[in-house]
């Protein structure tokens, strides 16, 4: 893998720059935010991830090893690929993302393009708690707060209030007490497995 770029930028983009390595100039795909800080002339480094697809060869590039780590973590939730990550990371850094999931925003997550509420719904689910780390954030639940985050999780999978609900009150039968300090991932797929077998 092409770990990283080092060399005088010879030409920006929207969305990407040529960055001259041992006289090769090499096309980088990197965030809009990064883009508009790249000067021509002036040597850069970026760290970088080589997307490697049937028909093509990508190379995505960010301004730290934190960024380019938080693109690979994205690409791990099914239904995200490279375009998507990258323009979640035009939107925001790596520790707004994770803010962002820790605690839930889906409102800000949807601004994403091409994530739409069930990407939000996976995105969080899968990696809520990989990331609390990063937010300083939580995984546990306080009070009825776990109610209304398997609700939002389980309506942006597409299911309607009623279900929800149904599915709630089994999975508040089954944990009782215990739900309060149980992970939203563990409650959710409690909960799919409940709608499951109805």
């Not at 028909?55 to 998507?84: C, N």
């Not at 601004?111 to 969080?124: C, E, S």
């Amino acid at each position: 893998m092409i770990a990283s770029v080092k060399g005088p930028v010879k030409h920006v983009g929207i969305s990407s720059a040529v960055i001259e390595v041992g006289g090769v100039g090499m096309l980088v795909n990197i965030p809009a935010s990064l883009a508009a800080s790249l000067v021509v002339g002036r040597s850069t480094e970026l760290f970088t991830q080589l997307v490697v697809r049937e028909d093509s060869l990508t190379l995505y590039g960010f301004e730290s090893m934190a960024a380019r780590e938080f693109f690979e973590l994205l690409q791990s939730v099914s239904g995200i690929g490279p375009k998507v990550a990258q323009s979640a990371l035009s939107l925001m850094d790596d520790k707004e993302l994770a803010s962002a999931i820790a605690h839930e925003d889906t409102a800000t997550l949807e601004r994403i393009p091409g994530l739409g509420k069930k990407g939000v719904a996976r995105l969080i689910l899968e990696l809520k708690e990989k990331v609390a780390h990063l937010s300083g954030g939580t995984t546990m639940q306080t009070g009825a707060a776990w109610r209304t985050s398997l609700a939002s999780a389980l309506m942006g999978l597409g299911y309607s209030q009623k279900e929800c609900d149904a599915a709630m009150d089994k999975v508040s039968s089954e944990l009782g007490s215990t739900a309060v300090n149980t992970p939203l991932s563990e409650l959710l797929k409690s909960a799919l497995q409940n709608l499951g077998r109805g």
